[in-house]
């Protein structure tokens, strides 16, 4: 009887077993510590990144301009937190671009709604170190809302912004 299936049958069977073998496969194995996703669930960005239902739909676009020398790395940190951003060592994203003009773009997705701060700067030498000389930077940086620092980095409720659900927001800053 099953050889006597018509066409019709036979596609529909296999869009049936197709959906039953990626349903089987999305379910990913227990690996590691807890998660909303249940226990030893994997994100690649942590569980800051997830939402109760998945993934966030926001997204950070930030646009660098004013690069000079227009080579090197733009080394970005988004900060969800005034802790983490007065620390600087626990940016919940981050990232390097190589870069060959004086303008660069990078790409924050998947985030939860909330206040984000950015901080910048152009390692023209590769060297992955903000380099000064006699405490004065010797490379160019940037904070988001283009605020200018005083003796030190900005405050964060100088520099944050707002992240809303299901938007995208843009982010311009200016190589200082």
């Not at 959906?19 to 994100?43: D, I, K, Q, R, T």
């Not at 790395?73 to 671009?97: C, G, N």
Request: net charge positive.
């Amino acid at each position: 009887m099953f050889c006597r299936i018509g066409r019709l049958s036979r596609a529909v069977l296999a869009l049936i077993l197709f959906l039953l073998l990626m349903s089987a496969l999305s379910v990913a194995p227990s690996v590691g510590g807890g998660g909303e996703f249940g226990p030893g669930a994997l994100s690649p960005w942590g569980d800051k990144a997830m939402t109760k239902h998945g993934f966030g739909l926001c997204a950070v676009i930030v646009k660098v301009i004013g690069l000079d020398p227009p080579k090197g790395i733009l080394r970005v940190a988004l900060y969800d937190s005034k802790e983490s951003y007065d620390k600087r060592t626990d940016p919940i994203r981050s990232a390097a671009v190589e870069i060959d003009s004086s303008n660069a773009t990078v790409e924050f997705a998947d985030l939860y709604p909330g206040q984000y701060a950015i901080m910048m700067y152009h390692d023209t030498n590769k060297n992955n170190k903000f380099d000064r000389f006699l405490g004065l930077p010797r490379e160019q940086y940037g904070f988001s809302n283009n605020v200018l620092p005083g003796l030190g980095p900005p405050d964060f409720d100088a520099v944050r912004f707002t992240v809303e659900a299901g938007k995208v927001t843009f982010v311009r800053i200016q190589a200082r």
